[in-house]
């Protein structure tokens, strides 16, 4: 199934990419043609010229195939995934909340893997919540992208359950229920809206938001509170005029990188700083309405920080001022990055080990100790009683 499903994906991506090679020759002639008759050009002259075309656009459609298909270099994460070019600035279609559908059976079906998942009624990868709490039970809420989500590992080893398991071992006299609402594409705009508008209502008595270095670049595209328009939409930020282009051309994705030195974002690098500091502004705000949150509702926060794979290797946050900024804003985070170097378990020598090579999540070693060190902050700082 999952090699049927790349086929057709490298088969409509092939048709498309012949397609737009087509359609400009055709567009180079037929503008030649027009200048043959206004200019009153030599018969020989433009069939010298039209060969010319042909054979240039022929060696870029050759060019655009190696480049899309004899390596890796100039595709998105999802292109290397086996998944169709999608926009980093196209919204999502369930509007304010970044769900899914509710009460679906859906598959992470990667090269590397392949698990099964279901949702619950409200579009979160989760069993079924439920509204009454009883008088022992203690509620953990998680909150984040696709590394909350657990993709990567089955429904069953996510950080998330590994929390469950410990905290279930060491307050035996307590039901401990977590509640799984991390969402793969999701970043922490998306997820205070859905914690106030959504969650709240289940009497959580900790919150834990899982934070990365992607939520930069999704505030980076899609904009801060500001996305949520009163009719219940979002708008996201407006991509390059030429983004449909670079969908289609790898040839095209050259150039931009390359020459004109566009980063993966589309957008070029001093002008990615600038709107990164910014971002990283909207970060701090969201967290400290978090914070009034949790003054409010009666629940303990706890920030996650943890790294990608590529962090790891490189031994620093992707920005590096991501941490300071938190500090000099009073922000207390758990730093995951921190930890797993002084503790000597994930490092640039073994991070093959819980990371995917490819789809770059952790893998189910990864998630438990993910898990292993959330549960023991949360111990330490005595939000169990």
């Not at 994705?253 to 974002?265: A, G």
């Not at 900024?325 to 002084?342: A, C, G, M, P, Q």
Request: with cysteine; charged share 25%.
């Amino acid at each position: 199934m999952l090699l049927l499903s790349l086929w057709k994906i490298n088969y409509f991506n092939s048709i498309t990419t012949i397609v737009f090679y087509t359609f400009l020759t055709l567009i180079s002639i037929s503008l030649l043609l027009s200048f043959k008759y206004i200019f009153k050009m030599n018969d020989s002259i433009v069939r010298k010229l039209i060969l010319s075309i042909s054979s240039m656009c022929i060696s870029l459609l050759i060019a655009d195939y190696f480049l899309r298909f004899g390596t890796d270099k100039l595709k998105t994460y999802l292109e290397k995934n086996g998944f169709p070019y999608k926009s980093l600035y196209e919204a999502h279609e369930l509007g304010w909340f970044y769900i899914m559908h509710p009460n679906i059976e859906f598959s992470h079906q990667k090269p590397e893997f392949l698990h099964s998942r279901k949702t619950n009624s409200i579009g979160l990868p989760d069993v079924e919540l439920k509204m009454e709490k009883d008088d022992n039970e203690l509620r953990i809420i998680a909150l984040g992208d696709s590394f909350t989500e657990s993709v990567g590992t089955t429904d069953d080893m996510t950080w998330v359950k590994n929390v469950e398991r410990i905290f279930s071992k060491k307050y035996p006299k307590k039901l401990i229920t977590t509640f799984n609402c991390g969402v793969s594409g999701s970043d922490i705009i998306f997820e205070y809206i859905l914690l106030k508008e959504k969650l709240l209502i289940y009497r959580p008595d900790i919150i834990i938001i899982a934070l990365n270095t992607t939520d930069i670049v999704d505030i980076i595209t899609r904009g801060g509170i500001e996305r949520f328009k009163n009719d219940g939409t979002v708008k996201y930020n407006t991509p390059p005029v030429w983004e449909k282009l670079y969908a289609t051309s790898f040839v095209f994705r050259l150039v931009i990188h390359k020459l004109l030195q566009y980063n993966s974002v589309l957008i070029r690098e001093g002008e990615y700083k600038r709107k990164q500091f910014n971002a990283l502004g909207e970060i701090v705000k969201i967290i400290n309405k978090f914070k009034q949150l949790a003054i409010e509702y009666n629940f303990n926060l706890l920030i996650v920080l943890h790294p990608q794979k590529y962090e790891v290797d490189i031994g620093s946050y992707d920005p590096e001022e991501l941490n300071a900024i938190l500090r000099d804003n009073k922000i207390e985070v758990l730093d995951l990055l921190k930890i797993y170097s002084n503790k000597n378990q994930i490092n640039q020598k073994n991070a093959h080990e819980f990371y995917w090579p490819v789809d770059a999540h952790h893998n189910t070693k990864g998630y438990q100790i993910m898990g292993q060190e959330i549960a023991e902050k949360i111990i330490e700082q005595n939000y169990i009683k």
